[in-house]
């Protein structure tokens, strides 16, 4: 599927709010609801959206603590692994990568002791390299930059 301006504008609105009527995103890009809402339905058929998200205060459901680990796995067997990760609710983002390591992770959690019970689990499948953040700089969607 080619993507024109508007269709552009209107991932671009979107992103910034998933929940806007279709007539409110109309009359900002000058269209009826119903012509974006057909808009809307063919950039889902494509694939060219995947999906809707929320945005969660992590802090206010009690996930003070972002950490990146990078993983060195012991074999060249990831399936278990991946089915591992897929299981865990800490793993914000999973990334199998080229170069020294294997795996990139970030990972979300409420305290020192469930960080070291993760990291524990870890060590079945690899060694690691933790790195813990100390201040998000920028969470901001490509799309919507000016």
């Known amino acids: 599927m080619e993507l024109d ?3 552009f504008q209107i991932i671009r609105i979107l992103s910034e709010n998933s929940r806007i009527q279709w007539k409110d995103l109309g009359e900002q890009i000058h269209m ?8 809307i339905k063919k950039l889902e058929d494509s694939g060219v959206i995947k999906a809707y998200s929320l945005i969660v205060d992590e802090m206010k459901v009690g996930l003070f603590f972002t950490a990146f680990v990078i993983i060195y796995m012991k074999t060249a067997n990831h399936d ?12 914000v983002e999973a990334h199998r990568v080229s170069g020294e390591a294997c795996y990139h992770l970030k990972i979300k959690v409420d ?7 993760f990291l524990n689990k870890i060590l079945d499948y690899g060694n690691y ?3 813990l953040s100390i ?8 799309l919507t930059a000016t």
Do not use: C, H, M
């Open 129 to 131: 390299t933790l790195y």
């Open 135 to 142: 201040k998000e700089i920028k969470l901001q969607n490509p």
């Open 111 to 117: 305290s020192q002791e469930t960080l070291n019970l």
């Open 5 to 7: 301006n508007i269709d």
């Open 80 to 91: 278990s692994f991946i089915r591992f990760l897929n299981d865990r609710y800490e793993v």
């Open 32 to 39: 009826t609801g119903q012509a974006v809402g057909n808009r």
